[in-house]
């Protein structure tokens, strides 16, 4: 199945299903075979896993340059690491890159596609739940110490390779955090999605089909709304959903404490205490929700470690702040996202009544 992108700068597609792709990468021969060479960007845990299905999929000749795992790829270091691996195999314009990997992969190797001689193309396949997100979109990044994702571009992919195979691999901490961002897709677009969500007696352990379709309805949800607005200026920011108060936490964790999606998760519920003072979610569904991610093992006890300052430190650094003021996407009803600005003592309270709601919860 195809799921079409259209964005301003470019129009590309999303290749989804099992065991892909050799297939899709047939189809894309037009785009690669005029490439000089091709680069495989991937991380050790990745390549350790799944090289022998790529290798035995991956339908041409290719250099492979493997990063550290995970987040440690998005380093600056490891930036330059990429640009010296691409100078010294003399790679030109004409070469082509392939993220292979989670999104920590591809936000390092999309961002090295975009500056490497100022641009070259590249197409993102992902091999985390998470990533049926991050590879979508065209946002690439690199962690600055000072902050995550703060140096970056919006480069667009040729295409999305999503071939579901590679998932098997994943360790049940990378899909429960990967399934948090199908929630996120589910809540700000269609309330009988979300409920059929809740309704799965394990998050993690949903079945190939039935995984199947909430992924390719997230992309759809994704695809639509960066169709719409690529850079950020309107319905994009409805993405961010859960990823403020999310943000502030994983941060305050320490990147790899605690993972992203587990972090959005209890975004998620403070964002729904926020949105029941001003719409119409009822504080029976946010409890509702809680014992949902707390049922899956979402760690929501993690707020305990920090006190609400430690929090606010990080609330204000996030990227969304415009002029100074905290900006959160809150809910309308379900289906209906909206941006709104909240003041530190409102969300000092909201924050209260979140360590109250989750004291209930995870009894
Ligand atoms: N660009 C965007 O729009 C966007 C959106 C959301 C998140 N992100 C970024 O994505 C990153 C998180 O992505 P992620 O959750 O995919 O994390 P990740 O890329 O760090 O992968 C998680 C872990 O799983 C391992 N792994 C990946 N695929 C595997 C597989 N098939 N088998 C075994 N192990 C595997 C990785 O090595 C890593 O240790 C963050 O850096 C975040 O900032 C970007
Ligand atoms: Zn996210």
Redesign the pocket.
Do not use: F, I
């Given at each position: 199945m195809r799921i079409p992108v259209n964005t301003k700068s470019h129009f590309y597609e999303v290749y989804i299903g099992s065991g892909i792709l050799r297939s899709a990468f047939e189809s894309l021969k037009e785009k690669i075979q005029k490439a000089d060479t091709l680069v495989v960007f991937t991380?050790?845990?990745?390549w350790r896993?799944?090289q022998k299905y790529f290798t035995e999929n991956f339908p041409y000749p290719f250099e492979v340059f493997v990063m550290p795992?995970?987040?440690a790829c998005?380093s600056f270091k490891n930036f330059e690491d990429a640009h010296t691996f691409l100078i010294e195999k003399q790679c030109s314009r004409k070469s082509f890159l392939f993220a292979f990997?989670?999104?920590?992969?591809?936000?390092l190797t999309?961002f090295v596609a975009a500056t490497f001689m100022r641009g070259i193309p590249y197409i993102q396949i992902?091999?985390?739940i998470?990533?049926h997100?991050?590879a979508v979109?065209g946002?690439?990044?690199i962690n600055h110490p000072l902050g995550?994702?703060l140096v970056g571009a919006f480069y667009q992919p040729e295409a999305v390779v999503y071939d579901m195979n590679?998932?098997?691999?994943?360790?049940t901490k990378?899909i429960r955090?990967?399934m948090a961002?199908v929630i996120k897709h589910a809540m700000i677009s269609d309330e009988k999605w979300l409920k059929e969500l809740m309704l799965t007696p394990s998050i993690t352990n949903i079945g190939k089909e039935k995984l199947a379709n909430h992924l390719k309805s997230g992309i759809e949800v994704k695809a639509k709304i960066v169709s719409e607005d690529e850079t950020e200026h309107s319905v994009r920011k409805f993405l961010n959903f859960g990823h403020t108060y999310g943000h502030a936490i994983e941060a305050a964790a320490g990147y790899g404490g605690l993972?992203?999606?587990e972090a959005v998760m209890i975004g998620m519920i403070y964002a729904l205490l926020l949105s029941e003072r001003y719409g119409n979610i009822s504080r029976e569904f946010t409890a509702d929700f809680a014992k949902f991610a707390y049922r899956n093992d979402y760690p929501l006890k993690k707020v305990d470690e920090y006190s609400f300052d430690d929090l606010y430190e990080y609330l204000m650094k996030d990227k969304k702040i415009e002029y100074g003021k905290l900006k959160f996407v809150l809910l309308q009803e379900i289906g209906k996202p909206y941006v709104r600005e909240i003041g530190e003592s409102e969300c000092r309270k909201v924050d209260r009544e979140l360590r109250g709601l989750l004291e209930e919860v995870c009894k």
């Open positions: 991380d050790e845990n990745v896993a799944q795992g995970g987040e998005k990997g989670g999104g920590a992969v591809g936000d999309g992902p091999t985390t998470l990533a997100d991050s979109g946002k690439t990044a995550k994702n590679l998932l098997d691999s994943l360790p990378e955090s990967g961002e993972a992203h999606g």
